[in-house]
């Protein structure tokens, strides 16, 4: 918790300077100059975190693009375009109901929500938010970091145990209210699989299932077809890809932090995104949405 705090702080100084040396004004210059595109993605942003992002970029000249808009340039090979940024949200959180839809309506901006179809289904918890609880009250021995890593028969073995011990709670939006959003003309949907599994601990018959089902079922619920993707945990690999492809997606977006360059048109399932986070300076998201934060890891890939 002190720890927590310690880095918050030391965090946010540091982003005040980057923001006071300019890097800000450097960055977007650099936009403009390679038509890098600036792609960010929230989770459970509250609602004046989500909106001060919106103005910060149109306060600063961006206009935001669809995934859609985003998928055309890219497979057509368009030039790409000036001052953009995408908004795309994992998970499917309730409260995005109101910390997003509504201010995507209120700016008219478009946005692009991944949904997990079983707790939207069911009303069950997330599950890392079970284990997180299980493992605060020693419940299990495993961290969150231990079980992402886990063969997924396992990481499901000790998510039906801490189950047993820990209240259901709803976080996730439900059918109705995810079918009602979808019926906005800014908000898009995309799926985030089934059951938010670590695909690349699946085995091949488990990973197709997460990654066609999903589809099926959002679209059946949705009446859209649902043509994005977001890898949970931004795991993925090239059998992922190959899923993808063949149940007709277009385009899936990973964790990885990076422009979206022209360099994408060639990698549609591989699309990076700068990641806000919700317990952080507002100095701080500030430079992680502009990727200032990621610079250094940015560079390294570049000249690598
Ligand atoms: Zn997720």
């Not at 039906?160 to 908000?187: G, Y």
């Amino acid at each position: 918790m002190i720890n927590m705090k310690i880095r918050k702080l030391v965090a946010m100084f540091y982003s005040i300077y980057l923001i006071k040396s300019g890097k800000i004004e450097k960055t977007i210059k650099k936009c403009i100059e390679k038509r890098l595109i600036i792609s960010v993605y929230f989770h459970n942003p509250s609602k004046k975190l989500f909106e001060d992002s919106v103005k910060w970029f149109l306060k600063n000249g961006f206009q935001f693009i669809s995934v859609q808009e985003l998928y055309d340039v890219l497979k057509n090979k368009e030039e790409m375009p000036l001052k953009k940024v995408l908004f795309t949200i994992d998970d499917g959180w309730k409260d995005n109901k109101i910390n997003i839809v509504d201010v995507a309506l209120n700016y008219n901006i478009p946005v692009t929500i991944f949904a997990t179809v079983e707790p939207i289904n069911t009303g069950n918890r997330f599950w890392w938010s079970i284990t997180n609880e299980a493992y605060k009250n020693k419940i299990i021995k495993e961290n969150i970091n231990e079980i992402k890593n886990l063969d997924n028969n396992k990481r499901i073995e000790i998510v039906e145990k801490a189950k047993m011990f820990i209240e259901n709670k709803v976080e996730s939006l439900n059918r109705t209210e995810l079918i009602e959003i979808s019926k906005n003309k800014n908000i898009s949907i995309g799926s985030h699989t089934i059951t938010h599994p670590i695909l690349t601990k699946c085995n091949n018959k488990i990973t197709e299932f997460e990654i066609k089902m999903s589809k099926i079922i959002l679209e059946s619920w949705t009446k859209v077809p649902v043509i994005s993707f977001a890898y949970p945990n931004g795991c993925f690999n090239d059998r992922e890809i190959k899923y993808l492809n063949d149940n007709y997606y277009k385009i899936a977006f990973t964790t990885k932090p990076n422009y979206i360059s022209k360099e994408s048109k060639n990698h549609l399932f591989e699309i990076p995104r700068f990641d806000v986070l919700e317990n952080v300076s507002s100095y701080e998201n500030i430079c992680r949405m502009t990727g200032v934060w990621f610079e250094r890891k940015i560079n390294k890939k570049l000249n690598d």
